[in-house]
């Protein structure tokens, strides 16, 4: 790609910016705060040590929800997946979940582990688990059968099979199963800092609005939300690119 | 007996060996239920192989010459009938006997090599690598070693495949229709390679085709098989030397006579 090509994007944005300093400056009734303002708003969280504080404090519950997800759903969902029989028992009750958004668990949450920390993980690890548990599911469920044949043909363990097999023919579609959850993580810790906590870009948002209607912090608030959410993005995307996987992302 | 003699394709005299059976199959039966609905594959097969010899069971797309495969390398249990290998009866697979699955059988997320030494597993780290290296070599896959199998075409998938089998040094292969996905030219020069690693390797081969052409010019027999639920129709003996001429008056009358049998006419 030519740097051209490669620049095209970011002079569209640089484009929009100037187009909404103009029609701010043009129309001044605080329907947004214009771009030198968000700047402002950007250097002042800085300056009092808030921005970094804060992107900490909501990366920190992204994390640890997530993560606790993955290392619960992903081996429950690969055992449900291999195992039929359990998948047909649990189906019914993983269909129940499904549609009850994460943010309806917020009073529970409280409930259960107070105003912090906690409550915000629970609900990140609830938002993650069950996706994850269907991808699993449906990851092992589409091994090809001529894998695991092969595997069982070369005197393969149980457990080898599953070390050897298994786990290596699911990781491409895991992976973008976690790429998924992981922005999934992402709306919902913005979600439960707006209850739940008093920290973090979601708990920016609201108390910048609160405190005064400082509608340049919440719109700083949302672009760091939105940036961050796209390098989580690139970062679970850079592994479809590792050589060993990428059979699992192109039809050839 | 299902199997009936012909006087079109005659098997002529053999040379007088001493022959002893590695797989016996008798009263083969495979009925598949679905939907309350019952499929008899195959009825009633009995083939007893050779130590060493080629096979090849030739029938229809669907005739259950796969199944039959399958059943015989321990993948299916039959619905009736036993298979023994070496006296022994199969219950399941085991690496003494491999079986390959076209080009779809290697694994994608190992290298060439991390294929070929996949069944090696037992062996000590340099036995491991001095094999990988000679079935590298054997398949003519050398300079892709680190290569992963998207990037290799379709015959050198195969053949990796075949490389991957032959490394845990079964007696018997499986093969079923391995070269059915590949164009015309590469399907003949693999055939030519299978021959060589059989003539050199000296395994039991039994390999699955509906191509009657390539029946004819690798097997030592052809079992034609009759549309399902599969019987044996015939079993023909090829009583010709490899390196084979595909255009001498044995071939061809062999050939034909196989064309009649299925009941083709051998124009287009």
């Known amino acids: ?252 | 007996m299902s199997t009936q003699a012909s006087n079109i394709v005659n098997a002529g005299p053999t040379a007088a060996r001493a022959v002893k059976t590695k797989l016996r199959a008798q009263g083969l039966s495979m009925v598949f239920r679905r939907d309350g609905k019952e499929t008899s594959v195959l009825d009633n097969i009995s083939l007893d192989v050779h130590e060493g010899e080629f096979i090849c069971l030739l029938g229809p797309s669907g005739c259950g010459k796969s199944t039959m495969l399958n059943a015989m390398a321990g993948f299916l249990a039959p619905t009736s009938g036993t298979v023994t290998i070496d006296d022994e009866a199969v219950v399941g697979p085991d690496p003494r006997r491999i079986f390959v699955f076209q080009e779809r059988g290697v694994f994608p997320w190992l290298t060439v090599e991390g294929n070929i030494g996949f069944g090696l597993f037992k062996l000590s780290k340099e036995e491991r690598e001095r094999r990988i290296a000679y079935y590298i070599k054997l398949v003519g896959l050398q300079g892709f070693e680190k290569a992963y199998p998207q990037e290799l075409s379709g015959g050198m998938k195969q053949r990796l495949e075949v490389a991957r089998a032959l490394a845990v040094n079964p007696d018997m292969l499986f093969l079923d229709e391995p070269f059915g996905a590949l164009d015309s030219i590469t399907r003949l020069i693999m055939r030519g390679e299978l021959l060589r690693i059989w003539e050199q390797e000296k395994k039991t081969i039994i390999f699955v085709t509906h191509d009657i052409e390539e029946a004819v010019q690798l097997s030592d027999r052809v079992v034609v098989m009759s549309a399902r639920p599969a019987k044996i129709q015939q079993i023909v003996e090829i009583d010709i030397p490899h390196p084979r001429d595909i255009s001498s008056p044995r071939y061809l009358e062999l050939r034909d006579g196989i064309f009649e049998q299925i009941g083709l006419a051998h124009k287009v």
């Open chain 1, 1 to 252: 790609m030519s740097l051209l090509v490669r620049l095209r994007p970011w002079a569209f944005i640089a484009v929009l910016l100037l187009a909404w300093q103009i029609a701010i400056s043009r129309q001044p009734n605080h329907l947004l705060p214009d771009p030198i303002t968000v700047l402002g708003a950007f250097v002042e969280l800085a300056r009092r040590g808030l921005l970094f504080k804060y992107i900490v404090a909501s990366l920190f519950r992204v994390t640890w929800g997530f993560l606790l997800a993955a290392f619960v759903a992903i081996p429950a969902g690969l055992a449900i997946g291999w195992y039929r029989r359990t998948e047909m028992a649990l189906n019914p009750l993983i269909q129940i979940f499904r549609p009850i958004s994460p943010l309806a668990w917020i009073p529970i949450s409280i409930l259960w582990f107070g105003v912090g920390d906690i409550a915000a993980i629970f609900l990140i690890f609830l938002a993650s688990a069950l996706p994850l548990t269907l991808t699993a599911i449906n990851a092992v469920e589409s091994i090809p059968a001529v894998y695991v044949n092969a595997g069982r043909n070369f005197g393969l363990s149980q457990a080898s099979l599953v070390y050897r097999v298994l786990y290596p023919a699911v990781i491409p579609q895991l992976i973008i199963g976690l790429r998924i959850t992981l922005g999934i993580a992402w709306l919902v810790v913005v979600a439960a800092e707006m209850i739940a906590v008093n920290s973090g870009l979601g708990f920016l948002i609201v108390d910048a609005r609160n405190a005064g209607n400082r509608y340049d912090l919440v719109v700083a608030g949302m672009i760091m939300i939105g940036l961050i959410g796209l390098c989580l993005d690139m970062g679970m995307r850079s592994l479809e690119n590792i050589r060993s996987l990428r059979w699992g992302y192109s039809e050839d």
